[in-house]
């Protein structure tokens, strides 16, 4: 019986390697030599068919603990990283007769995880950087805000400042008049009314003055609002855009998010041996 089981798994080891469609190291004994050693593309410990097993051996042991041996050799030890996996071959009694070794590379696996990790960290620091953005630009929005209300405050002080000049204008249209008024009673008053009519020259020339400085003023203020108003329509566009670009970094964010929560979960699964 204990050969029929050996001859089992010498009939079907073999085959493993097209079966599972995997690149893997196949090699079968049982309790003292090997009895089928098939190498992998990338692994071959170049096992002779009738080779004495060695006492250190992960074989020898696997045979006396009857024992499933489940390791990872480092890259460092036999110049290439791999899976190695020993069972033990029992027959009907749970006696062991032999084993099962199979050898698997992890270089692939090891550029896959050391690539998804390179790919979780570069979405990390891009995620970070974007939140950066996205700070700024709720930052510049805010400022826009606030210039917004400084202009807005800006054209009301214009608009006041118009009025008061109106004010002023109307001011020295009366006293131009008034000057015009007492001019003439000085006039008729002859002699005795031409300390008056000094006055009233005087006060005419005043009118006069205010009433061109005013319109001088009211045509700057004029022009200042008209300025006022060309800046508030860009600055009302700027903030239209730094909303639309805010909403679209969110959704980037968001989005990255997604992907660096993908990423992680490539990188544990890259982990799994």
């Known amino acids: 019986m204990d050969i029929d089981d050996l001859d ?10 097209d079966i599972l469609q995997e690149d893997i190291l196949v090699c079968v004994s049982d309790k003292e030599k090997i009895l089928y050693y098939r190498p992998s593309e990338t692994l ?22 009857g024992k499933i041996f489940n390791n990872i050799v480092p890259k460092e030890l036999l110049g290439i990283a791999f899976k190695s996996i020993v069972y033990p071959i029992k027959n009907a009694h749970g006696n062991v007769i032999g084993t099962v070794s199979i050898g698997r590379s992890l270089e692939n696996q090891f550029r896959v995880e050391e690539s998804t990790d390179t790919l979780f960290s570069s979405l990390e620091e891009t995620n970070a950087t974007i939140e950066e953005i996205n700070a700024g630009s709720d930052k510049l929005l805010n400022t826009i805000f606030q210039v917004v209300e400084t202009v807005k405050q800006t054209e009301k002080n214009v608009k006041e400042s118009n009025e008061i000049i109106s004010m002023i204008q109307n001011i020295a249209s009366q006293s131009n008049l008034l000057g015009l008024n ?19 020259i005087e006060m005419r020339k005043l009118a006069q003055l205010s009433g061109e400085s005013s319109k001088k003023v009211s045509s700057a203020l004029s022009e200042i609002s008209t300025k006022v108003n060309e800046v508030l329509s860009i600055i009302n566009e700027a903030q239209s855009i730094s909303e639309m670009q805010g909403a679209a970094t969110q959704e980037i964010t968001a989005t990255l998010e997604e992907i660096t929560a993908s990423a992680q979960i490539l ?7």
């Open 8 to 17: 089992c798994f010498l009939q079907v080891m073999p085959l493993l390697k």
């Open 44 to 65: 071959d410990f170049k096992i002779k068919i009738g080779q004495k097993l060695s006492a250190d051996s992960p074989v020898y042991k696997c045979i006396k603990e």
């Open 182 to 200: 007492a001019a003439i009673e000085a006039a008729r008053a002859g002699e005795s009314g031409r300390g008056f009519s000094i006055v009233a």
């Open 267 to 273: 990188v544990e699964i890259a982990k799994l041996r």
